[in-house]
């Protein structure tokens, strides 16, 4: 049974906006200060834009469900195009935990005064995030026709997360004028350096509408369209929103965890509307169930296209009978990311326990890139392979740097070496076995 091409232009812009926009990192951007506006448009400029371009021409010369995994299979080897699946697939299983705790948090603060000490609770954090995930997930099992509905939901609520802090914004400056003083350059000290990482890192996840190829009724047609839409408009929210926040409130009062919250709830107050910190939550947890369900089924299709290589055991090649989807993949994924929400949670605060699967996200969800871009070499992008290779480096650099919520750098700086080994490791050993037994198997055959 195959894989089922639903989705359209339309389907394939929700798709890619629900997947690129993060709105938890608005407020680390606000963090930072003024001069994280002109390193949104950098970041489009110099890593969106060549990633959306390599994507699409990949996706195009290989219109089949495995994206990335594909793609490095073809150019560089059986090995490197499971490592690279690997990688990026234990990469967005910690993506899930990072993102999870922060949208669950930021719900918690905008409940109001009562609810707010839930923010910084494990087992809120935990039990909430774990329902979101399967939540999300689980609409995706059931199909592509009914899951891309959170995505759909998603992208429409960043859209209106976007225009509702704008006009928020608008409405504050104008009753009391800004909260900051706007920089165009963005400050050049140690602490921002680990946010450079993440800010880049969010103009990540075009990358999984290629892993959606077998499932896009007309790749040639319908993927640079979506690229460009969705490029355009994460790079508008992303600086519009930031601003926004710095509108509002003073960078330094605006928590990377609650920023959004806070934000609003000062709004509220500002403008005589507690309605708007609320509506806020609301919004912010609609983008996220659209992100959850996006790069969970997405990367999913990549032990898809491993299973019907014989790279993973073959229950992962079959589709359900019944809603056309990998389940045994999206289901493993969901696994994975639990399991990592809540061992990640050892050993130091929530704070620094974010900021460390913040850490192995971006390096885990950069390395791929090295692939991706190589492989986009050779298909002749040869300039956005050049500046997506210069990001990828410098992200990966800077996702190394401890922020100013981490107190023990050395458990920090050995947990990242650990994840990171851990991850490459065990995609060496899980390669090195699979691929063994399928030469046995295939052997066998012959004999």
Not at 10 to 23: E, M, Q
Not at 317 to 341: C, D, E, F, N, Q
Request: proline content about 4%; charged content about 10%.
């Amino acid at each position: 049974m195959q894989l089922r091409r639903e989705l359209g232009t339309r389907d394939l812009t929700f798709f890619s906006i629900a997947t690129i926009v993060g709105a938890r990192w608005i407020a680390s951007a606000a963090h930072a200060g003024s001069g994280s506006i002109l390193l949104w448009v950098l970041a489009a400029l110099f890593f969106l834009i060549p990633l959306a371009l390599a994507v699409t021409a990949l996706t195009i010369r290989q219109p089949e469900a495995g994206g990335m995994y594909l793609w490095a299979h073809a150019d560089f080897g059986p090995a490197h195009g499971f490592l690279c699946f690997w990688v990026y697939w234990i990469g967005t299983a910690f993506w899930f935990p990072g993102a999870a705790m922060f949208y669950m948090s930021a719900a918690a603060w905008s409940l109001g005064p009562h609810f707010q000490h839930l923010a910084e609770n494990r087992w809120y954090l935990v039990l909430a995030s774990l329902a979101a995930i399967w939540v999300a997930l689980g609409t995706n099992i059931i199909g592509v026709r009914f899951g891309k509905w959170t995505e759909n939901v998603g992208a429409v609520a960043s859209w209106l997360l976007g225009a509702l802090l704008v006009i928020a914004a608008v409405l504050v400056w104008r009753q009391r004028g800004p909260a900051t003083e706007f920089h165009l350059l963005p400050k050049l000290d140690w602490s921002t350096l680990s946010f450079w990482a993440t800010i880049a890192y969010a103009m990540t996840g075009f990358e999984v509408a290629g892993m959606m190829g077998g499932e896009i009724r007309d790749p040639a047609r319908d993927l640079p369209r979506a690229a460009w839409y969705s490029a355009a408009f994460s790079v508008i929210f992303y600086a519009g929103a930031t601003a926004a926040l710095l509108v509002i409130l003073p960078a330094e009062q605006i928590s990377d965890l609650n920023g959004l919250a806070q934000t609003g709830d000062t709004a509220g107050r500002i403008l005589g509307a507690p309605w708007l910190a609320p509506l806020i939550a609301v919004m912010v947890l609609c983008s996220a169930i659209g992100q959850f369900g996006g790069m969970g089924s997405s990367a999913a299709r990549m032990p898809f296209a491993a299973g019907v290589d014989g790279l993973l055991p073959a229950a992962f090649a079959k589709v359900h009978p019944r809603w056309a989807t990998p389940w045994l993949s999206i289901l493993t994924m969901g696994l994975v990311a639990s399991v990592m929400l809540i061992s990640i949670q050892l050993g130091d605060t929530v704070r620094a326990a974010y900021q460390t699967v913040v850490s192995l996200m971006v390096i885990s969800g950069f390395l791929p890139f090295i692939y991706v871009f190589g492989s986009a070499w050779k298909a002749g992008k040869r300039i956005s392979s050049l500046f997506g290779w210069a990001v990828t480096v410098l992200a990966i650099l800077c996702s190394l740097v401890p922020s100013d919520d981490i107190h023990n750098v050395w458990l920090f700086e050995l947990k990242l070496l650990a994840g990171t080994l851990a991850v490459i490791g065990s995609g060496y050993l899980v390669y090195r076995r699979t691929s063994a037994r399928a030469t046995n198997e295939s052997v066998a055959v012959r004999s």
